[in-house]
């Protein structure tokens, strides 16, 4: 599993590069056409094309970084209501049987274009073309990385995944994640505070065993409590610091 994780890390990483050239691809556009207006540079008629490309391109190579993160549309309305091994199966099936063929096909056509593009020298279509490619390999990999953690779940190699989690840890929905790393937010004092209750309760638990792998994870569940009451205080620390709240 090592090796998918570092397949993992390389696919999150293009990802992370590739978002901020998103933010440097806007600003640089906005940029031109403001110069373009005011000096009349005459690059106006280029700029279409240009974001036509940069568009394509950027899509493509966040293809297995948005899938790793979650982040394709989901229907939650029926997910949130379904097992965690429900989910698993259902994930696996559907990258098996429809997001690798996909991306066989996305691959295929890509490579197509790209040795057209090759033989007529088209060097204007390069970028995108090698995007073509390497985006749905990406797509690919990724949803190898998913079936794989999917397969070690449902065989009881691997942990429970993130919508249990969010059940059974946090009381929340199986969304409520995804919707943290969509806004970079943290979780409320009322979710760490469920969770940090149950980290305690079992702690406890496991404490009162003399087998020493309990010990083990009583320790790390102790860990894990601290992390989340450390959370909570500074939440609450930055409420009763808020100007309008400091006695004067």
Known sequence: MRFLDWIDLGIRGIGVVTAWLTVV????????QMLDRK???GVSSYLPDLSTSLLFILIFLTFGYTYLRDGHVRVDVLRRHWSARRIAWIELIGGLFVLLPLAAILTYYGWDGLMRTTKYAETQLWAQRIAGVIGPILLALAGMIVALRNIAF????RAQGAPEFC???LGRSEGYIRVLR???????VETLSICASKLGYYEARLAGSERQEH????KRLSDLKTLCDRAIAKQAEAVWRAPERMAV
Request: proline share 3%.
């Open 25 to 32: 691809s806007i600003a640089a556009y906005g940029a031109l």
């Open 39 to 41: 000096l009349h540079l």
């Open 154 to 157: 449902l065989t009881g190699r």
């Open 167 to 169: 059940r059974s840890w």
């Open 182 to 188: 969509y806004h970079n937010t943290e979780p409320s």
């Open 215 to 218: 010990q083990i994870w009583a």
